[in-house]
């Protein structure tokens, strides 16, 4: 499924994502492993606050099956972002 969300962020031309994989378990614990973790995919986005809906929207509809099973999207606001290589903040607009 990430391959197919990552596909259609490109198509509303999202401005940039990290996937990693992670562990954990929340509803939907591994029961046949020892510390109920189960192996998900994390994808992580900065983009300006009048993109957000858009993005989370294309997140479900690319991702979503129907399963209960289906994952989150979390949005949280983020206070600044800054660039290492000169220091300097970014603002929303500009990353």
Do not use: C
């Given at each position: 499924?990430?391959?197919m969300?990552?596909q259609h ?15 954990g378990?929340?509803a ?5 492993q ?6 998900h ?6 983009a ?11 997140i ?28 300097k ?7």
């Amino acid at each position: 499924m990430v391959d197919m969300v990552e596909q259609h962020l490109r198509k509303i031309a999202a401005p940039g994502i990290s996937v990693s994989k992670v562990k954990g378990y929340g509803a939907h614990k591994n029961f046949f492993q020892r510390d109920l973790m189960t192996t998900h995919a994390r994808l992580q986005i900065y983009a300006p606050e009048d993109r957000v809906d858009e993005i989370v929207d294309a997140i479900m509809d690319a991702g979503g099956t129907g399963a209960e099973d289906d994952g989150i999207v979390a949005v949280s606001p983020v206070d600044a972002i800054y660039r290492i290589a000169d220091k300097k903040e970014i603002l929303a607009e500009g990353f």
